[in-house]
């Protein structure tokens, strides 16, 4: 199966898959500051991929590998650091736009 190198526009900027989840969950927190690392995790719970969250703690076991912890990608709440999955099928980022597209975001399939 090819690789998929879609692009995504989130506030007038251009994103991989990868890092377009990590723009919305960061401007999700700039907006809700007051979220519990538990509280932003639910949040994005009924949008997450089949198998793995969408956001976990940096302090977690299992993560290496699945989440972006490269300087500056971490998200601060209010209780713990977060990182966001870095895998993202076709599939998989299209359930998470409609998701962030019902809580008021909007984001751009950018055409080729």
């Known amino acids: ?6 692009k995504y526009e989130f506030e007038g900027k251009t994103y991989s898959k990868m ?3 990590s723009a919305v969950v960061k401007r999700h ?3 809700n500051p007051n979220l519990s690392a538990a509280e932003l995790m639910a949040q994005f719970e009924p949008i997450r991929t089949n198998t793995v ?6 302090r977690s076991q299992n993560r290496r590998h699945l989440y972006c912890d490269m300087p500056g990608e971490t998200i601060k709440t209010t209780t713990d650091e977060c990182v966001t999955l870095i895998h993202w ?3 998989d980022i299209e359930k998470f736009i409609a998701g962030v597209e019902s809580w008021g975001y909007i984001i751009k399939k950018v055409e080729k």
Request: glycine share 0%; no cysteine; charged share 15%.
């Open 1 to 6: 199966m090819a690789r998929d190198f879609t």
């Open 89 to 91: 099928t076709l599939n």
């Open 53 to 58: 969250q969408t956001v976990n703690f940096v």
């Open 29 to 31: 927190m700039q907006t």
């Open 19 to 21: 890092r377009l989840v």
